[in-house]
């Protein structure tokens, strides 16, 4: 089945097209160097590059992969979560070519496309408890099979990559932050400042983002940086997001007995998050696997994906279907 994907959620315009869950080719354009000079993404701005550039990458995705429009089976694009206009324009893009080519749609949760990225590079027995986290969201997953997951637990305010920005923005570097701070935080002590694990010892998946980044804040403001280095107090806010994911999440795992852990989401390509992941989840005997770092990225490939897996399911969406901003916990959408 050869499959179409497209997603426009946030600030990157990418289209791919697999056939049987293999890439056949994929392009994100990347809208950063626009954004970045306001310090974030700027909904209005990202919406019109949107609609600049997404036939032109549909039209050179196609020739990258030697096929014809006719040749598309199905179209899958993300329906929601993410920024209103943005959505509308690779939807409405998804829904002419339905139209004209008269091929089904498919309606593709992001969330959930990012717990299916993993199966762009390998297949996962179920259920697993998904990690998603990225600029947008974070959120604990029970992921029951291809076609279901049910949300366990969602950051009440900051997703972590929104965290991993603000502590970026806040010592003047680019956006987005998380890559940044990674690499900074390389050259500090992790342990050197005890920031807070928010909510860890609370029994809901639940977590908590915006009072780390107020601490660091605080703690700059007060003790400055004659004591500890920036990569110290960068190092130790990552260890404090970094671990609240890890216990949380492996939390969920063995209250779920569930065995296996998928991350997924731009906080995925963490390599302290991945590693922090994998030791304590050998601890527990739990296996712990995550996408390549470009797939854990916003990108085409993984709503294609997800897409295929609908589409087997006869889960295909009306014409009509609509964009939506915000998930509601606990409920699977569209
Ligand atoms: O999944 P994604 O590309 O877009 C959304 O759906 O939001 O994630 C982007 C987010 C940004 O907040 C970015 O700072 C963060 O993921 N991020 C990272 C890293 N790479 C990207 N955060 C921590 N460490 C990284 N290496
Ligand atoms: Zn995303």
Redesign the pocket.
């Known amino acids: 089945m050869i499959v179409l994907g497209i997603d426009t959620?946030?600030d990157?315009t990418s289209v791919a097209v697999l056939k049987d869950r293999q890439i056949l080719s994929e392009i994100v354009s990347s809208q950063v160097e626009l954004h970045r000079l306001f310090g974030g993404v700027v909904p209005e701005i990202a919406s019109r590059r949107h609609l600049e550039v997404i036939d032109k990458i549909f039209l050179e995705v196609l020739k990258e992969a030697s096929l014809e429009p006719r040749d598309i089976e199905v179209v899958s694009v993300t329906s929601g979560p993410g920024l209103i206009g943005s959505l509308l324009v690779g939807l409405s893009f998804a829904k002419g070519l339905c139209s004209s080519l008269s091929i089904p749609l498919v309606c593709v949760n992001?969330v959930h496309a990012?717990a299916m990225s993993v199966f762009l590079e390998r297949d996962v027995e179920f259920p697993f408890i998904g990690l998603i986290a990225?600029?947008?969201?974070t959120m604990i997953l029970l992921v029951e099979n291809q076609t279901s997951f049910t949300v366990l637990g969602t950051t009440r305010d900051d997703a972590a990559?929104?965290a991993?920005?603000k502590a970026a923005k806040f010592f003047g570097l680019p956006y987005?932050?998380?890559?940044i701070?990674?690499e900074l935080a390389r050259n500090g002590k992790k342990d050197r400042i005890p920031f807070p694990r928010p909510m860890v010892e609370e029994r809901t998946y639940d977590m908590s983002f915006s009072g780390l980044k107020t601490a660091l804040i605080n703690y700059v403001r007060k003790e400055g940086l004659n004591e500890v280095s920036r990569a110290d107090v960068l190092a130790s806010f990552q260890e404090a997001i970094v671990e609240t994911l890890v216990r949380k999440t492996l939390r969920a795992a063995e209250d779920c007995q569930v065995k296996t852990v998928v991350l997924g989401?731009?906080?995925a390509?963490?390599e302290r998050l991945r590693e922090l992941m994998v030791e304590r989840g050998k601890e527990m005997n739990m296996t712990v696997l995550f996408p390549s770092k470009r797939f854990?990225?916003?990108n085409a490939s993984m709503v294609a994906v997800t897409g295929h897996f609908l589409a087997r399911a006869g889960r295909f969406s009306p014409l009509d279907a609509a964009a939506f901003s915000r998930m509601a916990p606990g409920v699977y959408g569209p």
């Open positions: 959620s946030c990157d992001h990012h990225s600029g947008g969201h990559g929104e991993f920005d987005p932050g998380g890559i701070v990674e989401g731009g906080v390509a963490n854990c990225l916003d």
